[in-house]
C-alpha cells in the first residue's frame, strides 16, 4: 500500500523559512518521479513542484520559483521542499505527491498524494 506522510509545516512569519518533508512506503520510492501540490483556503489544487525519480529534472511553478528547493534522499525515502522567503500567500495545505512514472509528462498527472501539512504564513 502507498503511504506518503508529510510533516514540517507550521505557523512562520512572512520572509521565513520551513522544510517540509514527506516518508513514503508501500512502493520502490527510488523508481518514481515526485512532487508537490497546494491547496490554499477556498481554492483548488495548485501544483508547486517536481523532480523526476534520480533527482534531477526539477521543475516549479511561476509563484515559487527561485524561493523553494524541491529534493529527494532515495536511500531515505523521503522527499523535501525547502522553503524561503514565505509569503502570506503561501499558506495552504502542502500535500506530496507521487508519479506513475520514473518523469513527469503533466504536472498534475500524480497518481497518489498524501494527507498534507499546514503552512500558515503570517505575521
Known amino acids: 500500500e502507498v503511504q506518503l506522510v508529510e510533516s514540517g509545516g507550521g505557523l512562520v512569519q512572512p520572509g521565513g523559512s520551513l522544510r517540509l518533508s514527506c516518508a513514503a512506503s508501500?512502493?520502490?520510492?527510488?523508481?518514481?518521479?515526485m512532487g508537490w501540490v497546494r491547496q490554499a483556503p477556498g481554492k483548488g489544487l495548485e501544483w508547486v513542484s517536481g523532480?523526476?525519480?534520480?533527482?534531477?529534472?526539477?521543475t516549479y511553478a511561476d509563484s515559487v520559483r527561485g524561493r523553494f528547493i524541491i529534493s529527494r534522499d532515495n536511500a531515505k525515502n523521503t522527499l523535501y521542499l525547502q522553503m524561503n522567503s514565505l509569503k502570506p500567500e503561501d499558506t495552504a495545505v502542502y500535500l506530496c505527491a507521487k508519479y506513475p512514472r520514473m518523469t513527469i509528462r503533466g504536472p498534475y498527472e500524480y497518481d497518489y498524494w498524501g494527507q498534507g501539512t499546514q503552512v500558515t504564513v503570517s505575521s
Open positions: 523532480i523526476r525519480s534520480g533527482g534531477g529534472g526539477t
Open positions: 508501500g512502493f520502490t520510492f527510488s523508481t518514481y518521479a
